[in-house]
């Protein structure tokens, strides 16, 4: 598919970069165009995000002030039960749940090869047409009456 974009877009060849992690090859937006350092938006970048963030919190928990602070907080948390939180939600949504900078880069790659801004709701509506499970079954199900839809078994 690639290819086939490339072929018909020739000028989005810029755009298009290697991930520094994983190697894929994915399209950016023009003005990161020509940058080898970016990492995909598929994981690598939030993998990267979370490992710098562990490294500076032990960095910054080995430091005397980091201790201190430790120390406080793990006292102040003792002999406390976690709290419940009434304003949380339910998993339980009919819609389709996807990954906000996956959905933002879904966006600016059709802007890209459509030519045009392709809002967030157009996005969304293309992705949940996509992610809709149909029944491949169009039959009513019995399932206690078995393959056949006669009165009388064979």
Request: with cysteine; glycine share 4%; charged share 30%.
């Amino acid at each position: 598919m690639l290819r086939s974009v490339l072929k018909e877009k020739p000028h989005l060849r810029k755009c298009l970069t290697r991930c520094r992690h994983c190697h894929i090859l994915f399209f950016t937006h023009p003005r990161n165009a020509g940058r080898s350092d970016l990492r995909c938006p598929f994981g690598c970048r939030q993998a990267h995000r979370k490992k710098n963030s562990t490294k500076r919190s032990v960095e910054y928990y080995r430091s005397k002030a980091g201790k201190t602070k430790k120390r406080y907080l793990n006292a102040r948390r003792n002999g406390r039960m976690p709290e419940s939180d009434p304003n949380k939600k339910s998993t339980d949504s009919p819609e389709t749940e996807v990954d906000q900078t996956t959905v933002s880069h879904i966006q600016m790659v059709t802007s890209l090869i459509q030519g045009r801004f392709v809002s967030l709701r157009e996005v969304m509506g293309l992705i949940n047409k996509i992610l809709r499970q149909h029944s491949i079954d169009k039959r009513k199900k019995d399932y206690y009456a078995g393959a056949y839809h006669h009165k009388s078994p064979p």
